[in-house]
């Protein structure tokens, strides 16, 4: 409780101060000479210009507020090393009671850092701090105590700026003699074409290697490709090597450069660095050949030629060798069809060639066909789109394709309307899944009107049909041969989609993804286990063509985590040919999921995340803050010893030092809240108005004698 005295005038402050001069003046005289009553005038006069300045004698009852005492607990994954979470609580404990203990101390305990997969990079203590003190005043925060390993990225470079008061003393974890091998990547490319090498740069850190000019010790390093051991190097300790990599594959190509562990180090998380890095085709060469001109020509033509990844080569056959009609040779405008640089010499240089409606014209000889068959064995890529020539004495069946040809034509061509439809396994297979109009009966799109009938062949390979047309007869057929893939389209009447007719269909849709799919683009694999992460869950997606149930062994999946914990999940059937299930995550670093027969890696987090770059406990983060606010920073525990000892933690008044050998401080406050408020104004009311009429009148009555 205080007492307090306010004035309130009545009247504006230049007409008080204009009152209290006309009272000065009518007082000073008859004091100087001594005339009767002055003294009762004088005090009369001070009275009334008191009544003007209207003085309130004010009465406040304030309740102490608490002085709040923050403990910050590092909860990051850096603290789950070593013996550091029982450091940690046994400190979190000792301190909470010794606080506690203390008069007009409120503790807050604030657990932060625990960001693990959802997304933030490194230790962030002093945002969670923020927050969790956003209801303190400044004055009431009697100081901070982080209980940490010192590996914080969020630390201020002033107090200030965080709106902190009181003292910010550190009590580390960890000991000072700890050990701890990691790689280090220095430079790394992001992005590299396909095929080519790119070059990377990284160094071996080891926290007790010999320092100096001498010679350095070396250690074995493993160089993964997505999962898959592809070289080992002998790395001296703290030189900054260059390695090569090879970018074998379009997308994703995930490599890991990787230490053996070694006895007495803190963690084996930071023993590899993860590079990821995402392949670049060079543009794509298609060859186009097409046996004659028709309709549906540019079909092909302007779908390749408006996809900006594909570099198209263009024939057309327009004058085959068994036309002569006497038009000499230098007369014609036509060039010669390039065949043995084509498909002898560069035939390798190109992913795709698509024979459009192309017959046995005389241009290609038997060894052509040869080099063609042995171009799929080896990985490369053949679409034929048949027109009524596949039934024919001339069809490509009859060459050395016929080898690479999964359908043999019957020599029948079925002419009359007919809707193309997807199959079953069509329905699963990623080229014809959801396909826009397909889920209707009939299908959404206009007809058409030829089909080449078939028969299977005495094929070697794996064939898929995805379309069926005319009395469910094969339209579209998928098949691998050795290392390549073929596509046999059955009908030549794909430009009616194109050209609206009916309405056309998604012919864009359908042909750019054979053509992708026929060039191996991952995305469009038959079978196929992807991951990715999204917001601390890992996302698993297999595609498959297989009918599966719901209690399939075949989707259960085994998730590895990045600290080699094993966890089992089951997929659920999200649409045909797609079975995915989401699986909350916590830890940072590579997973490794596995279907049994398939595998593949994700990372969560980033590459490297901060939080394992380095881990050895350090006093020397929180210092520099630490000492501008007066506090400390001290270890738990001693190298050699599992015993934890605090500071004495001492209340100290404004204006003395807050930490010192053996101790800490704690800034006491006199914050205090108003709760109430009594006031009494002196000259309100009649008691007010009485007094002034008793010294007028004293006055009147003295002076009139």
């Known amino acids: 409780m205080s007492w307090s005295l306010a004035f309130e005038p009545m009247i504006p402050l230049w007409a008080l101060l204009a009152a209290s001069l006309a009272a000065l003046v009518l007082a000073l005289p008859a004091l100087a000479f001594r005339l009767r009553g002055a003294p009762l005038r004088a005090l009369a006069l001070v009275a009334l210009v008191l009544a003007l300045a209207n003085p309130v004698v004010e009465r406040e009852e304030r309740e102490r507020l608490t002085n709040v005492a923050a403990i910050v607990v590092d909860r990051s994954e850096s603290q789950s090393l070593d013996d550091r979470t029982e450091q940690s609580e046994t400190a979190l404990q000792d301190l909470k009671q010794r606080l506690s203990a203390l008069d007009n101390v409120e503790v807050r305990v604030v657990e932060a850092g625990e960001h693990r997969a959802a997304g933030s990079d490194g230790t962030a203590l002093f945002a969670n701090l923020t927050q969790a003190l956003g209801d303190v005043p400044p004055e009431r925060l009697a100081g901070t105590f982080f209980i940490t390993d010192g590996q914080i990225h969020d630390i201020p470079a002033d107090a200030n700026?965080?709106?902190?008061?009181?003292?910010?003393?550190?009590?580390?974890?960890?000991?000072?003699?700890?050990?701890?091998?990691?790689?280090?990547?220095?430079?790394?490319?992001?992005?590299?074409?396909?095929?080519?090498?790119?070059?990377?740069?990284?160094?071996?850190?080891?926290?007790?290697?010999?320092?100096?000019?001498?010679?350095?010790?070396?250690?074995?390093?493993?160089?993964?490709?997505?999962?898959?051991?592809?070289?080992?190097?002998?790395?001296?300790?703290?030189?900054?090597?260059?390695?090569?990599?090879?970018?074998?594959?379009?997308?994703?190509?995930?490599?890991?450069?990787?230490?053996?562990?070694?006895?007495?180090?803190?963690?084996?998380?930071?023993?590899?660095?993860?590079?990821?890095?995402?392949?670049?085709?060079?543009?794509?060469?298609?060859?186009?050949?097409?046996?004659?001109?028709?309709?549906?020509?540019?079909?092909?033509?302007?779908?390749?030629?408006?996809?900006?990844?594909?570099?198209?080569?263009?024939?057309?056959?327009?004058?085959?060798?068994?036309?002569?009609?006497?038009?000499?040779?230098?007369?014609?405008?036509?060039?010669?069809?390039?065949?043995?640089?084509?498909?002898?010499?560069?035939?390798?240089?190109?992913?795709?060639?698509?024979?459009?409606?192309?017959?046995?014209?005389?241009?290609?000889?038997?060894?052509?066909?040869?080099?063609?068959?042995?171009?799929?064995?080896?990985?490369?890529?053949?679409?034929?789109?048949?027109?009524?020539?596949?039934?024919?004495?001339?069809?490509?069946?009859?060459?050395?394709?016929?080898?690479?040809?999964?359908?043999?034509?019957?020599?029948?061509?079925?002419?009359?309307?007919?809707?193309?439809?997807?199959?079953?396994?069509?329905?699963?297979?990623?080229?014809?899944?959801?396909?826009?109009?397909?889920?209707?009966?009939?299908?959404?799109?206009?007809?058409?009107?030829?089909?080449?009938d078939v028969t299977p062949s005495e094929f070697e390979g794996s064939t898929n049909t995805i379309m069926t047309g005319a009395g469910e007869r094969p339209l579209l057929m998928l098949s691998r041969y050795g290392e390549g893939r073929l596509a046999l389209m059955l009908s030549d009447h794909a430009w009616l989609w194109a050209r609206g007719f009916e309405g056309g269909g998604p012919h864009v849709q359908l042909l750019r993804r054979l053509a992708h799919w026929l060039m191996k683009e991952p995305d469009l694999e038959e079978e196929r286990l992807t991951a990715i992460a999204d917001n601390g869950r890992l996302v698993i997606e297999r595609q498959t063509l297989e009918e599966l149930s719901d209690t399939s062994p075949d989707l259960t999946i085994e998730i590895e985590s990045p600290r080699g914990d094993l966890q089992r999940t089951q997929l659920a059937l999200q649409e045909p040919g797609i079975w995915q299930t989401a699986v909350p995550v916590e830890d940072l670093g590579l997973y490794r999921i596995s279907d049994g027969t398939r595998e593949t890696l994700v990372q969560v987090g980033p590459d490297n995340p901060r939080e394992f770059r380095d881990v050895l406990s350090t006093t020397q983060a929180l210092a520099p803050l630490a000492a501008l606010t007066g506090g400390a920073v001290v270890r738990l525990a001693s190298a050699g010893s599992d015993s934890v000892a605090l500071p004495r933690l001492l209340p100290v008044r404004s204006g003395g030092a807050l930490s010192g050998s053996g101790w800490m401080g704690l800034q006491m406050n006199d914050a205090s809240r108003l709760i109430g408020l009594d006031r009494l104004p002196l000259f309100a009311g009649l008691l007010g108005l009485a007094l002034l009429l008793g010294l007028l009148s004293l006055m009147w009555y003295r002076e009139g004698r």
């Open 161 to 452: 700026a965080l709106g902190l008061s009181g003292p910010v003393h550190g009590l580390v974890t960890g000991t000072e003699n700890e050990r701890d091998i990691r790689v280090v990547l220095e430079s790394a490319p992001r992005f590299g074409i396909v095929d080519e090498t790119q070059t990377v740069r990284l160094r071996i850190e080891d926290t007790r290697a010999p320092g100096g000019s001498g010679p350095r010790p070396e250690m074995p390093l493993i160089v993964s490709r997505d999962g898959e051991i592809i070289d080992t190097y002998s790395v001296p300790v703290g030189v900054t090597v260059p390695l090569t990599i090879d970018i074998t594959h379009g997308g994703l190509n995930l490599f890991q450069f990787q230490l053996a562990p070694i006895p007495g180090e803190l963690t084996e998380i930071n023993n590899t660095a993860l590079l990821q890095v995402e392949g670049i085709r060079e543009n794509l060469r298609v060859l186009l050949i097409s046996g004659k001109p028709h309709a549906g020509e540019r079909t092909w033509r302007n779908l390749l030629k408006s996809d900006a990844s594909v570099d198209l080569v263009h024939f057309t056959i327009l004058r085959p060798p068994e036309k002569q009609d006497g038009t000499p040779i230098n007369e014609l405008s036509l060039i010669a069809f390039p065949t043995r640089e084509l498909f002898s010499e560069r035939i390798d240089e190109f992913d795709l060639i698509i024979f459009d409606r192309y017959e046995r014209l005389g241009v290609l000889s038997q060894v052509y066909f040869f080099n063609i068959a042995g171009y799929v064995a080896r990985g490369g890529a053949v679409m034929f789109a048949a027109g009524p020539g596949y039934s024919s004495e001339d069809s490509l069946f009859q060459t050395p394709l016929s080898s690479i040809l999964a359908a043999q034509p019957t020599g029948a061509v079925v002419e009359e309307p007919f809707y193309a439809r997807v199959s079953d396994i069509g329905k699963r297979h990623p080229v014809t899944r959801g396909l826009p109009g397909a889920e209707q009966e009939p299908p959404a799109w206009s007809r058409w009107f030829r089909l080449v």
